[in-house]
């Protein structure tokens, strides 16, 4: 339910939470009274607010506005005309997520602007007060004086109380795909992403530039996380750092000709979100950004929407093993040798029966359409028409034997950037998709974007992404995003909006420096905020000499670490992304893999320290099975595991999947030890992480024949 109440009732009500006098601030708290939010006018009309948690200073007085182009006009000046507080109270069931329920439940307030330039113009500035932060956003109300304008600026701002570690990857229109650095904000300095040569297109704002999910800790342990929330039919925002204030400014990604949004009244911005915790788990226990954005919208039928897990033709071509291409040219380790088209008949045959044998619901086959000789770099409109199949890639026979296997294959619609070529071919490559029974794609946006002049976060591809979630939600396709901008919950209003990558993934490790052993530890805290990621873990040959002696790149993990990615990284969409024949090599390891579920009703955040270690146990959807998983950075580290989440009096039989002695992401990265115990809600497991290491426990009710079998865990 959503109650909404007149501030001036408020006012006197004895439980009166919000204070209005005379060159006073208006001031909220959440319904708990642990995060606080002050709004304060100016003489000169200036508006800005503050917030404190816990009775700390977590946002120092930070001003707001907009910069209108058309009409030309600085709305950063205003009278205030009416004030109104409410509250949010409800509960709803995702159809997919990390809890089978969530409580959305905030103090809201409402400030009706009108400038005080001579165009008047009405502004509502709206926030939300949670335990864990506050969210604020720009609301153009219908009004005689504005109906169709162009916004040249927004002019948030975000205070720091000090030069905060901040977790940071530079600022960008197009990619964020950038390893992450670690460093006080007065280290900040944006032009490090220069050194990323292996990212396809880069368009670095300036050196104090940084891009959201921004994550923060203090000197006295306040950790701030810095995003947005419901990006649609507006520019992503970026942060510039004003390192003498240590405040941000919001910088807002432009069009073609500079302009940074095209809108018509109503209309309004998305949600600038602030969680803030005295600790890192509870940064990633937040469901604010889900909760700021909309239900489903009314007509659409998501029924059809289910997680999965897939294989796929993907990561033999970044090892060097076959090609995109159908002349064999186009790998991703950049290889001058000629091998083997990926996308053949016989090879797409192998992993649909490696799929049906050991229960994976998809195979993702990449490659398989004309157009990958001169795909990239080129930037050039038509390249695929998303239709045409290569000559040894026969679709309808490959799409029948699936279904007779009870698997589905998976479409890739690779764009190279060419996005007006793509929408021109939609409808007809969804339908296709639709005639073969293939109801899941992975899209992908690589090199400059045509319209030309366009970026990859900027207002025309949000409202490319989104026009891609609702056409395929209407053919009951789900979808898998790749190069997009960094995602803002929407998965909440479009649930068949499965997963994006928006980040650095796990590919990275085969062809180039590879994502360093924090990497995984700093992405719950940063780009998971917004929604999953198709990360593609389950990496088992670690080392890429494997396949080409003179290689020395590496995923930069252990092998027992790339089974813990399963519940760090949340995702309903999950790849076993490694060859069949290396699973098939560690049937032992792989069954984590294979029985680890991808739909939760439960999530229990046990700790966690962005950069540092990350540690979650689930339960899965509609069961009573439990999965954990725990991963650390470069330190190798020890973490007890109190499982009293289980349920009270019932036996488990826990299979842990653990790094071996003397197991190292870089010396000895596959070893690991598989063990297999009885445990009950009071046991405390004791685990030893590998540097670069990790765990993963499955844990299932004992039967009868388990508690004969196995012995009781004994705390080392």
Avoid at 43 to 72: C, D, H, M, W
Avoid at 306 to 320: C, F, N
Avoid at 471 to 497: Q, Y
Avoid at 537 to 554: L, R
């Amino acid at each position: 339910m959503q109650k909404t109440l007149s501030l001036f009732s408020f006012l006197f009500a004895a439980c009166c939470t919000v204070q209005l006098y005379a060159g006073t601030p208006v001031q909220i708290s959440s319904p708990g009274a642990q995060t606080r939010l002050s709004v304060d006018q100016s003489p000169s009309g200036t508006i800005s607010y503050q917030v404190s948690f816990k009775n700390r200073p977590a946002v120092l007085p930070s001003t707001l506005g907009l910069q209108l182009k058309e009409p030309a006009v600085s709305l950063n000046s205003f009278d205030i005309i009416k004030i109104d507080s409410g509250l949010v109270d409800e509960n709803w069931k995702p159809v997919w997520g990390e809890y089978g329920q969530i409580r959305n439940h905030a103090k809201t307030l409402s400030l009706q602007l009108v400038s005080r330039n001579e165009q008047k113009i009405r502004i509502n500035l709206l926030f939300r007060i949670y335990e864990e932060g506050i969210a604020f956003r720009y609301q153009f109300p219908e009004q005689p004086g504005l109906q169709h304008f162009i916004l040249g600026d927004e002019l948030s701002t975000f205070g720091m109380s000090g030069d905060h570690k901040a977790f940071w990857i530079p600022g960008d229109y197009d990619t964020n795909e950038y390893p992450y650095n670690e460093s006080k904000l007065s280290a900040i300095d944006a032009t490090v992403g220069q050194r990323s040569t292996e990212i396809a297109v880069r368009s670095i704002i300036a050196p104090n530039a940084v891009q959201t999910p921004l994550m923060m800790k203090s000197s006295d342990g306040l950790y701030i996380n810095i995003h947005e929330a419901s990006l649609r039919n507006y520019p992503a925002m970026n942060l510039m750092l004003d390192k003498k204030s240590m405040q941000f400014k919001s910088v807002l990604v432009p069009d073609a000709v500079g302009n940074k949004a095209y809108l018509q009244a109503p209309a309004q911005s998305p949600w600038r979100s602030i969680i803030i915790a005295d600790n890192g788990a509870d940064i990633l226990r937040s469901s604010m950004i889900l909760n700021l954005n909309d239900a489903p919208a009314a007509g659409l039928d998501f029924s059809f929407v289910k997680p999965q897990k897939m294989v796929g033709v993907w990561w033999e071509m970044h090892v060097g093993k076959a090609s995109w291409d159908y002349s064999g040219g186009q790998v991703g380790s950049q290889q001058q040798s000629r091998v083997p088209h990926g996308a053949n008949n016989q090879n797409v045959r192998r992993y649909i029966d490696f799929a049906s044998k050991y229960g994976f619901d998809g195979v993702l086959v990449e490659g398989w359409n004309t157009g990958w000789e001169d795909w990239f770099g080129k930037w050039k409109e038509d390249v695929f028409d998303f239709l045409t199949p290569y000559p040894d890639y026969d679709l309808n026979a490959l799409s029948a034997y699936a279904r007779q296997k009870n698997v589905r294959l998976i479409m890739h619609h690779e764009t190279s950037g060419s996005v007006t070529n793509y929408e021109r071919y939609m409808d007809r490559a969804y339908d296709l998709m639709n005639r073969h029974q293939m109801n899941t794609v992975k899209t992908g946006y690589v090199g400059r974007i045509i319209p030309r002049g366009e970026h990859h976060d900027g207002q025309w591809m949000v409202r490319h992404y989104e026009r891609v979630a609702e056409a395929t939600a209407k053919k009951g396709i789900m979808i898998d995003v790749h190069e997009p901008v960094r995602p803002t919950g929407l998965h909440r209003s479009f649930p068949n909006w499965l997963a994006s990558e928006a980040a650095r993934g796990n590919e990275f490790n085969a062809w180039s420096v590879g994502n360093a052993p924090d990497h995984e530890t700093i992405l719950p805290f940063t780009r998971l905020m917004g929604g999953p990621m198709d990360y593609t873990p389950g990496i088992f040959k670690i080392k890429m000499s494997h396949y080409n002696p003179a290689k020395t790149e590496q995923v930069h993990t252990t092998l027992c670490k790339q089974l813990a990615l399963y519940i760090t990284m949340y995702s309903p969409l999950q790849m076993a992304a490694d060859l069949p024949e290396n699973y098939e090599a560690r049937p032992d390891a792989f069954q984590f893999i294979r029985d680890v579920a991808v739909d939760w009703d439960d999530t229990k955040i046990l700790d966690a320290e962005p950069g540092d270690y990350v540690y979650i146990a689930r339960r899965e959807k509609g069961g009573r099975r439990w999965f954990a998983g725990g991963i650390t950075d470069e330190q190798a580290r020890n973490f007890i595991l109190n499982t009293r989440f289980l349920e009270p009096g019932q036996q488990y039989l826990a299979t842990i999947y653990r790094d071996a002695p003397g197991a190292h992401w870089k010396d000895n990265p596959e070893a690991y030890v598989i063990e297999k115990f009885i445990v009950n809600n009071r046991s405390a497991l004791n685990l030893k992480l590998a540097a670069g290491g990790g765990f993963a426990i499955s844990m299932v009710p004992a039967t009868g024949d388990d508690l004969k079998q196995y012995k009781a865990y004994k705390q080392k």
